[in-house]
């Protein structure tokens, strides 16, 4: 493969959120070569994280290709990183003395929107470990969100995790009613009493917390009450984000995000009614977006 691939133009598209860094490297003709996944990819864990899993997650991409890694050299990158809406974070990577031949900096956000219709108008809401949508129609954008767990991303599997460990300590302190998510959290941490969830929980990362997310679905689909009222509460977040999103009339709306399945269900008739099946992942957003951006470098050289 690498004697066919070397002389084309490559395009590394990446997609940072914070739990995961995807890759795809691919050709010039839109053929897949190879694909990498490592750790978070966004600043606000990190510069050195974000990009040590930057790094890794291409790594594995030229791997799976059989290409040498200094084949990053060649590549022309799109990487949509979550935080870098941050002025401080964007700063960072524009300074980066990254090795690629070209590095094309945007929002997790944009590269989601642009994979979910192929670069066309629409809009998407991300519901992962963190919670952000954005809209585009004709000039309009609308960015929504993505403002950083605890104080933001409602409804997002961080914020499903944080606020059943709130609901699990306040039922063991025997301060509200029974839940089913204290036996279900307890086990799933290996944990005996308050003490020790909160040693658990002392400095757990946003990733930790939206780990056991899935606890809380798990528990509202059988019927239990808290449970239920927590997913309703994080829904009627992204129901509020969608809503405003569709304030200035994009065409589609795509839910994506590991937990994107879990919550719509929950969403209003006229949310559920909009919704469209993403066209590409955002990693594919972020190769059309180098691609783009790599096409009028071109023309305006011209």
């Known amino acids: 493969m690498s004697t066919t691939a070397e002389p084309q133009q490559l395009y590394l598209g990446i997609d940072g959120g914070g739990s995961k860094c995807r890759a ?3 050709s010039q003709d839109s053929e897949i070569l190879g694909e ?12 050195e994280i974000a990009t040590a899993s930057i790094m890794d997650a291409t790594r594995q991409a030229l791997l799976c290709a059989g290409l040498p890694e200094r084949a990053m050299a060649a590549l022309t990158v799109g990487a949509g990183l979550a935080g870098v809406n941050v002025p401080q974070y964007h700063a960072l990577f524009r300074d980066w003395q990254h090795p690629f031949a070209a ?9 989601a929107c642009m994979g979910a219709h192929h670069g066309q108008d629409g809009a998407v809401i991300i519901i992962g470990t963190g919670s952000c949508g954005l809209a585009q129609a ?9 403002h950083g767990f605890p104080y933001g991303d409602n409804g997002s599997g961080a914020w499903f995790g944080l606020q059943m460990v709130h609901q699990v ?12 998510m204290t036996a279900a959290l307890l086990k799933a941490t290996h944990c005996h009493d308050q ?6 929980f002392m400095h757990a990362s946003p990733t930790l917390y939206a780990s056991y997310a899935p606890l809380v679905f798990a528990c509202a689909e059988q019927g239990d009450t808290a449970a239920l009222a927590i997913v309703r509460q994080g ?6 984000i969608a809503h405003r ?22 969403l209003d008739a006229t949310v559920r009614d909009r919704l469209v099946a993403a066209d590409a992942s955002p990693e594919w957003g972020a190769v059309w977006y180098a691609q783009q951006l790599a096409q009028q470098q071109e023309q305006t050289a011209l």
């Open 195 to 200: 003490l020790g969830l909160v040693q658990h």
């Open 169 to 180: 300590l306040l039922c063991l302190d025997g301060l509200t009613a029974p839940t089913a």
């Open 235 to 240: 829904a009627a977040h992204i129901n509020a």
């Open 24 to 26: 795809i490297l691919v």
């Open 245 to 266: 999103l569709l304030s200035i009339a994009p065409p589609k709306l795509a839910l994506i995000g590991g937990l994107a399945y879990k919550v719509e269900p929950y």
């Open 103 to 111: 590095f094309h900096l945007t929002s997790d956000l944009h590269i």
């Open 138 to 146: 004709g000039q309009q954008v609308l960015e929504v969100g993505g």
């Open 36 to 47: 990498g996944i490592s750790g978070p990819g966004n600043p606000l864990r990190g510069m």
